[in-house]
């Protein structure tokens, strides 16, 4: 049986750097507010006028994770790409990687599973390959949250959070079982998907019936976020879904070499890293720079680690998130 392994990273954040006291000058908030809560110092976002959307900062992290991967586009037979803001309704990004990055006609599937997105996205290539349909496949993470926040008061509680970016990775097929992707696992509760959510437009809410309504306190077309509902369930389920992947594989949680969770919130990371026992050198964070960059956050992060040199061969690294839908699950790899 084949197996899969990341051969190559990338990222790519926009230069413009967005400090908590830049917000505290759009909106009723303070430094000390959002660190004390967040962790976050500040995050970047596209300017005006920027090319820089999801798709464009996507082809510009894959392009990196080609190129470090040893491949060629030419070489990738599929494309996975995770994004809750699209640049278009329809069709999804990962067809526009393929146009920027002038690759073969081969497959591409956009993933709408939100901070989960990339977990989910792994392990959609990880099967794809080691069934032996693919030998190696291109997954995105990437994110344009900017341009959809409410920079008022009103949306405080939501747009101090987000962040844009993206990341990619290389997967490709491996016949060592021994490295590479061993386990994921992947969980969803819809009954939640209010709790965090932007209602419209969609096709329940539809963009003439907002022109229509023409009513200024309609927030549906901002993310809605019920913070401290979602913060108790990402505590339970970030450490569920942990737990479940070590057990598949055996493992304990001292067998964890480097745990990559979804830059949520610091609290939620600081607050697993307790309940796992792990040194400040065995979770890695990069919230403070960058804030909550949704499906590219786990991939930023693996991608920042591995620059750093903190990651080793043989390593047990662990990637999980929790997010909106409510979607959660668990990556283990052995590097
Ligand atoms: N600045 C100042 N005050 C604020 C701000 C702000 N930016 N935002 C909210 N407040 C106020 C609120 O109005 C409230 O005031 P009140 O007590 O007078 O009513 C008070 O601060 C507390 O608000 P809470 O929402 O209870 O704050 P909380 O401590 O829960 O922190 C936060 C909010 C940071 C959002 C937290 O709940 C959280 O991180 N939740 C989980 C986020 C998460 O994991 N999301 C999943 C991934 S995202 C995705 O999938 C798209």
Not at 71 to 82: G, M, N, P, Q, R
Not at 138 to 153: I, P
Not at 269 to 292: E, H, M, P, T
Request: charged share 25%; net charge negative.
């Amino acid at each position: 049986m084949y197996n899969s392994k990341i051969i190559g990273l990338g990222k790519y954040l926009p230069d413009h750097v967005v400090t908590n006291d830049d917000l505290s000058k759009m909106m009723d908030t303070t430094d000390e507010w959002i660190q004390e809560r967040t962790g976050i110092i500040e995050r970047r976002w596209i300017v005006e006028g920027s090319e820089d959307t999801s798709a464009t900062m996507g082809a510009k992290a894959a392009k990196i994770a080609i190129e470090r991967s040893g491949l060629t586009k030419d070489d990738i037979d599929f494309i996975v790409f995770a994004t809750l803001s699209p640049d278009y309704y329809f069709p999804g990004c990962g067809v526009q990687i393929q146009d920027i990055l002038d690759m073969p006609t081969v497959g591409a599937l956009d993933v709408r599973n939100q901070c989960s997105g990339f977990i989910y996205a792994v392990a959609v290539a990880d099967q794809f390959i080691k069934t032996g349909m693919y030998r190696n496949v291109l997954v995105v993470g990437s994110e344009y949250h900017s341009g959809g926040l409410d920079k008022t008061t009103r949306g405080r509680g939501v747009t101090v959070i987000f962040g844009d970016g993206a990341g990619a990775a290389v997967l490709s097929r491996t016949e060592d079982n021994t490295k590479g992707i061993l386990s994921s696992h992947l969980h969803s509760e819809g009954k939640y998907a209010e709790e965090l959510t932007v209602i419209g437009p969609s096709i329940k809410h539809w963009v003439p019936e907002i022109i229509e309504a023409n009513d200024a306190e309609d927030t549906s077309y901002y993310p809605y976020m019920n913070g401290t509902f979602v913060f108790k369930h990402a505590v339970v389920r970030f450490s569920e879904a942990i737990i479940e992947g070590l057990e598949a594989n055996n493992l304990k949680k001292e067998d964890i070499a480097m745990l990559i969770p979804h830059q949520a919130n610091l609290r939620i990371s600081q607050f697993i890293q307790r309940k796992f026992g792990l040194r400040d050198d065995q979770v890695f964070n990069n919230i403070q720079k960058y804030g909550n960059t949704t499906a590219a956050s786990v991939v930023i992060a693996l991608t920042e680690a591995w620059e750093e040199g903190k990651i080793h061969d043989g390593d047990t690294v662990v990637l999980a998130a929790f997010g909106s839908g409510f979607t959660w699950g668990s990556v283990i790899m052995r590097w």
